[in-house]
């Protein structure tokens, strides 16, 4: 009987051919690019992980707020964009206060924790803007990175969350905050390569955000 | 499995390692070759080991919540350590201060020293920004930056977890006289360090 499944599978192995179902769907592929773009460079990927961090310390009835904060923000950014290189050194500020927030004083200044997803969304939102091309392909591909950042960030503070609620043990908390803190040195380091690297004035988060709204009011 | 067909195997498996050759197939860049250099930067240093060892066996020693919060400070005021590093701001006597650094915390925990909380923050912190510093200066020229600074910073975070480890018999008595026991010889390193024998 297992040889006749064998042959059975080999048969249907030997005989596929490729599968011609559907074309591509239009605007799928600026879409999925979108989505993975706020985890694409390593600036957009440690501000993720900072704010989800972030979010990760906080109650979570407290946590809408940071969440609906960093929903709009990241609307908003999407619509002052397109961010420039200078936004790099920016998102890595932001990612190291969010990681040494979290990593210091995790849960504390609600208020003033809010301002790190407030800024965090915007940069997100503002270095998404694709390059110019035709107006549909560019909101698919801005709608992608809307949903894949703040789907992205839910999950990142959704896995916290079932870890600690799953897992009650003390170090559990406590190795969160180790991670935070190492995520914040890197953020650190990458912060100054910035500024030893190039020779372009760098600017930081508050001043990137000054500036293009200068621009665009 | 018969004693023959472990035999050819074995046979089989000396075969192949002798007529192994080098493998070619990636030229160690991009973000691995730059992790790896950045991971075995603080691990083949000794005086970075001994110190980083000591930080969390001081930190066990200690108990809660230094055992946690040394290792969280330490990352972080490296890292700024590592960015006067990287502005090439001038830092004085650097290997001094990596070296004194094994010293002083092996001393800690020699004489079982229970400074409060942010005395101990203050310590760990003062001689972090040495270390730090140090892979800094390094880090620019590496091959890939974030995998470098991706992997120092782990390499130090598992050595700090490597002292917890030793540090966490400081509980019972036996244990308590090893681990004072360590720090004497952390502490020892430290002077070899200082006077360059080791």
Redesign the interface.
Known sequence: MRIFWWCFGLVFTLGAVPARAHSPMPGAEGFYIGLIHPFSTPSQALLMFGLGLLLGSFDTKKVRWLLGAFVLATFIGLFLGPGSNQLEAAMFALAFFACAWSALIPGKLLPIAVMLPVIGGLLIGMVSVPDPGPTTDRVITMTGSMLGANIGLLYIWGIIIVVKERYTWKWVEIAFRVVAAWLGAISLLMLALQFAASDVAQISAVEAISVVLHERL | MSRHTVFFLFLVAIAITWSSAPSMAHSGDGYGGGFVAGFTHPIVGWDHVAAMVAVGLWGAFLGSPAI?AL???F??V???G??IG??ELPLPAVETGIALSAVVLGLMIVFAVRPPLWVAAIIVGAFAIFHGYAH?TE??STVN??AY??GF??AT?LLHLIGIGFGVPAKWPAGKLAVRSAGGLISLAGIGFLTGMI
């Open positions: 946690w290792p969280i400070v990352p972080l490296m890292a700024f590592a960015v990287i502005a800094g880090l620019p930056a974030f600074a991706v910073v782990i975070g």
